[in-house]
């Protein structure tokens, strides 16, 4: 299973239907938290998350609704016995601000943290685990931040039956074809594993573009993803009031997905002075028609 | 008025139906914060405090469920456009877990922070605004931790309305008979101030402990206090723990209670193991009956 569960999708102001920026992104039996507002901890728990299968966490930027969340996150998996590692990718600074509230409480946690300082401007691979792979690139914001793209590779090669019949491999060796061995014959004819097989399927890809203001330099990292997420802090009318903060408008964000040849595009961090998101879809479709909303607390399977 | 809001009222683990610590106690026109964990600025919006009105917030101590929604206050504060200045009482740390992430978020707040540091075992007065007056003492936990005492006094003299009469001071000359001037006869005569009044009422006093273990030297602090609200982070059943822990159980606060002679009991800061809080009124109210659980939305008068 590949899919995002949002946890949050306002901005600065967090407002009492909407939390300020989280969201899970489980792969199979993994779970990835990308950015951390305040009240995450109470998110999770509301729509039952299964922490203990928390591994990694990105948070995009140090602006407090991306991440004011996660002291009180890591103060909670410690009282409720976590012990297993949790690594954290994060702007450098993010450490001293653990670090330092750690140590006024007096806490030891009993779990390590694998800090991964994100330095300005990084872009690349940052997480490869069996078939997750996450890269991060950086958007602009007022202050450095970054984007994350993760991928679910599919692991198996591709079996051609035909030819693994042809070449009279027997069907109990096909997962280690699918695996990518080869296959040595009684008659001693090595059958090799591109022989029989083919590279596997593309894996699907999940793209976090964080807070940022409309930036065509996104499209190569945007390019063909099965979901996007895109800010659109502003409807179109604002779109003065969203260059100057670095941020986004719906008509721009639909735009950048359209011109990416996205899949899907959910849209979020809605500025507290929305109380309706209805012209967000309003404005997106037209020129996206696959626009959802990043309802709290619902999953989009990628 | 003089009253306590609870904004908050569960220890470390939030739940979904009780926040941390908060509590917002209402002297007059001003509005303090005492303690203030995740969530405090969404239970501030839900129960419509008027933010603008706050002027002082005092940190008991710096574990997470009593100051992590701190900055995140601090930053809608100042999106809502405060200019005001704030002062924050607290342990000296917070300054610069606060500084830190401003400056990490490029954040310039528009008002001015007064931090005044709580240094480890200061008692005293801390603050005298008006007819307000806080003190605070140190409590018994596992850091630095402060208690808290809110008095309003009254400002008014009380007239003696006969002996008024009596010397011929004029009705309309009464208001600053209470405030405390003299009055000159026409006939010459100086009719001294405490000749027709007595001194004001005694104030009215909220006493906060915080954390502690349960501590009779903290009963100078709580004697005749109108109400105090003492933590009962567990049930008498646990008293062994809750030293451990340097925490209160049920009958620890209620005993405190009475031997201070305080008129009323407010309890709070319960463990999330326990899911019912009947069972702590069972064990307080034998002991002090005018005992209620600091109840999340309630305001009680003092």
Redo the contacts between chains.
């Keep these: 299973m590949f899919g995002v569960t949002i946890l949050g999708n306002n901005s ?5 239907d909407r939390y300020p920026t989280a969201q899970i992104v489980t792969c199979n039996d993994q779970l990835l938290l990308i950015d951390c507002g ?2 995450t ?2 998110q999770i ?2 729509y039952r998350i299964k922490r203990g299968k928390l591994r990694y966490i990105f948070i995009s930027h ?3 609704d991306h991440y ?2 996660l ?2 996150l890591l ?2 998996l410690n ?2 016995g976590r012990v297993d590692p949790l690594s954290i990718y994060a ?1 450098p ?2 450490e ?2 653990i670090q ?2 750690m140590e ?3 806490t030891a946690l009993r779990y390590e943290i694998n800090f991964v300082p994100l330095m300005p401007g990084y872009t690349g691979v940052i997480l490869e685990d069996k078939d997750l792979s996450v890269s991060c690139f950086p958007t602009q914001h ?2 450095s931040c970054f984007g994350f793209s993760v991928e679910l590779r599919k692991k198996k090669r591709k079996l051609i039956p035909d030819q693994a019949k042809a070449y009279e491999v027997p069907a109990a060796y096909y997962g280690k074809l699918q695996e990518g061995a080869d296959y040595l014959r009684k008659d001693g004819l090595l059958v090799k594993n591109d022989w029989v097989t083919i590279p596997p399927e593309k894996g699907k890809r999940y793209v976090y573009c964080a807070d940022t203001i409309y930036d065509v330099n996104l499209l190569p990292y945007l390019q063909d993803a099965d979901v996007i997420y895109h800010e659109t802090t502003y409807l179109h009318e604002l779109e003065g009031r969203a260059a100057e903060r670095f941020h986004s408008t719906s008509v721009q964000a639909a735009s950048l997905a359209a011109a990416a040849h996205a899949k899907r595009l959910l849209i979020g961090h809605f500025s507290s002075m929305y109380t309706e998101l209805d012209p967000f879809l309003e404005q997106t479709r037209p020129i996206f028609p696959n626009t959802d909303i990043a309802e709290e607390g619902v999953t989009f399977l990628v």
């Design positions: 600065a102001i967090p407002t009492l305040e009240g901890q109470l728990a509301k140090l602006h407090g004011f969340g002291i009180g103060n909670t009282l409720m702007p600074e993010l001293q601000i330092i509230q006024c409480s007096g007022r202050i």
